[in-house]
């Protein structure tokens, strides 16, 4: 693929790469925020995954979580699969992490919801 | 007999919009109360778990319960009761509310009243999909809100009809939880969503986007089967001939939302036909005296953070209103030009600057925004890019609306 | 277990049939193969209650639709059942139609309907202004009912009054020896002295277990509902003049107790009698028809689509009209082509099939029969005051579930507990309206879920008609894991 959609914002500007013997360059990106987002989506695709992992003791079901960074495309499906085997004990607050396993350097899955214990 | 109580303002609905619009009204000093049907505040945004709320409003990406959290935030500490777990039974243009609790029927007079009441999802009897009837057939919403908040999975071989964002959004998620979605129809010739949504969501999965395709017929005795897709014509006919049969268990409509004015038609509220939505004036006063309306339940917005910009103005109007009524203004109608899907506010104060906010029919690079007053050039300005999916703005000075009679807004295409 | 009477379908016509016998202290089962009453022609018809201006004179059809509307206020309040005689409207839209309205009116009177009366075109204007009319001819005895809620009712009636009622049964044979019928089905193996064969579309097939051999013809008919809000154009039924075509009453409208516009059935034989899908082509002729009866209706607010079927004794084309077929056959009573005005008839033909049974069993008037159910209270239809009182007694009614028809928590546990033991969302649907709204369970679906798993239901259990319309497939993470 020489081009890529920018997913940064809501312009979505098509970015193209283009290589002159060694030197590479990047044509469309309306921002630098883009050039970034271009260059990684090249070589190493990332992407911010929100989901939901399972919690005991509160009201609902499910608590809703997010990374902490964005991760490598390719390791998505093994995180889901991960996040698919774990429960959480209520009370969890906003913020707080629930799951860091070292799929990418650092990233971690936190809450994004507080939910007290179900009286 | 029900209990009754007196409040300046009456917010209905405890979402994005609702939460925002009670915030304002309490910080202009006005005694003011939400009610909501959920047991928890948050609207659809409990249900969203997905980024990209609050880039306008907090500059952070954040998640829909995230988003939430900061209204609920401001709400507690604004002190505004909130009537949770309960349903406006009746409201009329006086501006008195029927309201079941779960504590009793309570009576509301208020002195003004915030419709924030959202929007209800386009059904499969609504678009007229042939077929039998059974099970596995869902709005998006309805199965988002099963898979994200009442933790049960709704089927694992999917066809999604409808391009939006929500679509978009739930043939990811579905994924993400290990469903296969076959592909996703769109009738129209473009896609429907913002182009990052493809990408996040179609394209990183390898999910086929059809475009000019709709389902024309569920198959299936008592689970789904499998649908029918078609393409369509230029009219969105179905081709005869083009129908081919896909194997899945779960249809998954994302066809469009219809704001829920079913309460503002009780109060004799006014209703544009383009928005489906309240007629309203740049005070987002509908035209009941004292009603106002905002966010989805007004038009459907596609970013959550403008629904709650244009609730802030909404509750500080009403909360105005509340303490000392109308200040009669000349206003003058603003009408849908040319390639315009719907304009508001449809009535502004020419003695005022106004924002308006429109739709396009249809996407385009290069455009020209006119603003005429009958043949006369009140205002011209290029975007480079328009598309329906996201909602426009549009100043106007008072000095550019001096004389004017009426407005008309139009899009002329590159 | 051996049983005096044996009844095979849950349709309206058997359990006004199982709730006839209740009167009588004999041991009556009925066997239905879905999960719930009123699943198959009962629970897709416009529930008309006829008046019988429409039944070719001299048949049953107009003998037992006349006499069993005259049963319809009193059976209706017994069985604590909405009820309305709003009265039937037909008019002739085209001059060419006259006469056939002329041909109708001589029918009515034939067959002595109350009441009917022709109508100037002024008339038919002052009475229904929507309606594009240049005569009438009305029928003021025509009245509308819910027929599932009808069906429920004389089912949980019959229950309560001893009747054993066995959903999810499938009849699979029947054979005699030594005068008793052996009845296998999915549930099991019982006898009986006497089977009533009321199973609608499948009666033919049951029939011929015990070696009867009988055409009938399977006719599907597809309707289509309208939004409340453009509903109130017409306040009666309004029919036209039926085609010269035979095989139908052509595209008729129906306001129906609830407050929808209904248009439809239409009217197509088909090949297999279990294919109640809706078609593009019919659902256009539906909406051409009513828009031809009322020019102004708005019939792009269409909230759902759905089909019936029914079995007609005749083959498509005959000139005739069948009529109901009502045979005895050595205490196996067999009852075929039973479609309109079946529901209306229904309470006569139990009438009529008791009387068959008359000389061969003995038919002794129970004391403790109860004639009166009580069905569940309806939060909507309470005054503001009543409404009050209901919500402090029991906060479960200050919950509104479904916010397009106002059914509270409570009503959703009723119906989730009702008599027959029916735990479906088609269950509930019929029994308190939600998910019948314009947002189709948009809002009310995961509400009554919650309630289902309350009550105890298990989420593989949850369905929308019985085994195999499961509506999940397990747990948010379950094809991951």
């Known amino acids: ?119 | ?414 | 277990m051996l049983f005096d009477v044996l009844i095979v379908g849950g349709g309206v016509v058997g359990c006004a049939i199982a709730r006839e016998f209740s009167r009588y202290a004999l041991k009556v089962c009925l066997l239905e193969n879905e999960a719930d009453v009123s699943c198959g022609t009962s629970g897709a018809n416009s529930g008309v209650v006829h008046s019988g201006l429409k039944e070719p004179s001299g048949t049953l059809k107009a003998l037992y639709c006349v006499e069993g509307n005259a049963l319809f206020p009193a059976l209706c309040e017994e069985l604590n059942v909405l009820f309305r005689r709003c009265g039937t409207l037909v008019v002739a839209v085209s001059e060419g139609e006259v006469e056939g309205l002329e041909g109708e009116f001589a029918q009515a009177e034939k067959n002595g309907v109350v009441g009917v009366r022709r109508l100037s075109r002024q008339e038919v204007s002052a009475m229904e202004p929507n309606v594009s009319a240049m005569e009438g001819v009305f029928a003021p005895t025509g009245g509308i009912v819910s027929p599932y809620e009808l069906t429920i009712a004389l089912a949980e009636n019959a229950f309560e009054n001893g009747v054993k009622m066995g959903l999810n049964a499938e009849v699979t044979g029947i054979t005699r020896k030594n005068g008793l019928f052996k009845v296998s089905s999915s549930r099991g193996s019982y006898s009986a002295r006497i089977v009533v064969n009321s199973a609608g579309v499948s009666a033919r097939k049951v029939a011929r277990m015990v070696g009867i051999e009988r055409k009938t013809y399977e006719c599907r008919g597809e309707y289509c509902i309208l939004d409340k809000r453009v509903s109130g154009v017409i306040s009666r039924m309004v029919y036209p003049v039926p085609p010269k075509r035979v095989g139908g009453f052509g595209v008729h409208l129906t306001p129906t107790i609830h407050g929808n516009l209904l248009i439809g059935p239409s009217d197509e034989y088909v090949e297999d009698g279990s294919n109640l899908a809706t078609t593009r082509g019919k659902l256009r002729e539906l909406l051409d028809g009513a828009k031809r009866l009322v020019p102004s209706l708005d019939v792009k607010s269409a909230i759902h689509e759905y089909a019936g079927m029914r079995a007609k004794i005749v083959a498509e084309g005959s000139k005739k009209r069948g009529d109901f077929k009502i045979e005895d056959i050595d205490g196996f009573i067999n009852l075929l082509g039973i479609e309109s005005p079946g529901l209306t008839a229904a309470p006569r033909i139990a009438q009529h099939v008791r009387e068959l049974v008359e000389g061969q069993i003995e038919l002794k008037a129970k004391e403790s029969f109860n004639p009166k159910r009580k069905g569940i209270t309806r939060f909507d239809a309470l005054s503001l005051k009543e409404k009050s009182a209901f919500v402090k007694e029991n906060p479960n009614y200050g919950e509104i579930v479904c916010r397009c028809e106002n059914v509270t928590r409570q009503e959703v546990i009723d119906a989730l507990n009702n008599p027959l033991g029916v735990k479906t969302l088609k269950g509930v649907k019929y029994r308190v309206r939600s998910l019948m709204g314009r947002c189709q369970g948009g809002y009310c679906l995961p509400k009554i879920v919650d309630i289902m798993r309350e009550e105890g239901i298990e989420p593989k259990d949850i369905t929308l008609k019985g085994e195999g319309s499961g509506l999940f497939i397990g747990d948010t993470k379950c094809l991951l894991k």
Request: glycine share 10%.
């Open chain 1, 1 to 119: 693929m020489d081009e890529v959609t920018c997913i940064v914002c809501p312009n979505g500007c098509r970015i193209a790469k283009k290589n002159h013997g060694r030197k590479v360059t990047y044509v469309g990106n309306g921002c630098e925020k883009g050039l970034d987002y271009a260059r990684e989506e090249f070589i190493n695709p990332k992407r911010m995954i929100t989901t939901t992992v399972r919690i005991s003791g509160a009201r609902e079901p499910l608590l809703s979580v997010r990374t902490s960074a964005p991760i490598a495309r390719r390791e998505v499906m093994e995180l889901m699969r991960r996040l698919s085997e774990i429960e959480v004990n209520a009370p969890v607050k906003a913020g707080e992490v629930v799951f860091e396993n070292g799929l990418d350097e650092g990233v971690v899955v936190v809450s994004t919801k507080n939910l007290d214990i179900d009286s």
């Open chain 2, 1 to 414: 007999m029900p209990s009754e109580i007196e409040v300046d303002v009456v917010v209905i609905g405890g979402g994005p919009a609702g939460m925002a619009a009670a915030v304002a009204a309490s910080k202009e000093g006005a005694h003011t109360v939400i009610i909501e049907r959920e047991r928890r505040l948050g609207g659809i945004l409990n249900q969203c778990i997905h980024a990209g709320f609050g880039l306008k409003l907090y500059s952070e990406d954040l998640t829909g319960p995230e988003y939430a959290a900061r209204l609920v935030e401001d709400v507690q500490a604004e002190g505004v009761k909130t009537f949770l777990n309960s349903m406006v039974l009746d409201l009329n243009e006086r501006r008195e509310l029927i309201v079941a609790t779960d504590g009793g029927i309570v009576k509301i007079k208020a002195s003004s009243v915030v419709l924030a009441m959202g929007c209800r999802e386009r059904t499969r009897g609504m678009v007229g999909i042939v077929g039998t009837r059974p099970a596995g057939v869902y709005t998006a919403g309805v199965a988002q809100n099963f898979i994200n908040v009442r933790n049960l999975m709704v089927g694992k071989k999917i066809v999604v009809l409808g391009s939006g964002d929500i679509g978009l959004i739930m043939a990811r998620r579905l994924t993400l939880e290990g469903a296969k979605v076959v592909c996703v129809a769109e009738k129209m010739p473009y896609c429907c969503g913002l182009r990052r949504n493809v990408v996040q969501c179609l394209d990183d999965f390898g999910i086929p986007l059809l475009l000019g395709h709709t389902v024309t017929e569920i198959r299936g005795g008592r689970r789904v089967e499998g649908v029918v897709l078609s393409r369509v014509d230029e009219r969105f006919n179905p081709v005869a001939g083009s129908e081919r049969e896909v194997e899945c268990d779960t249809l998954l409509l994302s066809v469009g939302l219809i704001p829920e004015n079913e309460l503002s038609r009780k109060a004799g509220v006014a209703l544009d036909e383009l928005t489906g939505g309240p007629v309203v004036n740049e005070l987002f006063e509908t035209s009941v005296s004292g009603v106002f309306a905002c966010g989805n339940v007004l038009h459907v917005h596609d970013v959550a953070d403008r629904a709650s910009l244009e609730a802030y103005e909404a509750g500080r109007n009403a909360a105005r209103w509340a303490k000392d009524q109308a200040q009669d203004a000349d206003r003058i109608p603003v009408y849908c030009g040319e390639s315009v899907q719907y304009v508001l506010p449809q009535r502004i104060d020419a003695s005022k600057d106004s924002t308006l906010m429109f739709r396009a029919i249809r996407p385009g690079k290069k455009t020209s925004i006119i603003v005429l007053d009958g043949k006369r050039l009140i205002k011209e300005k290029c975007l480079d890019y328009v598309n329906p999916a996201e909602m426009e703005t549009f100043h106007v000075s008072r000095k550019e609306l001096e004389g004017a009679k009426s407005i008309e807004l139009s899009i002329e295409y590159g």
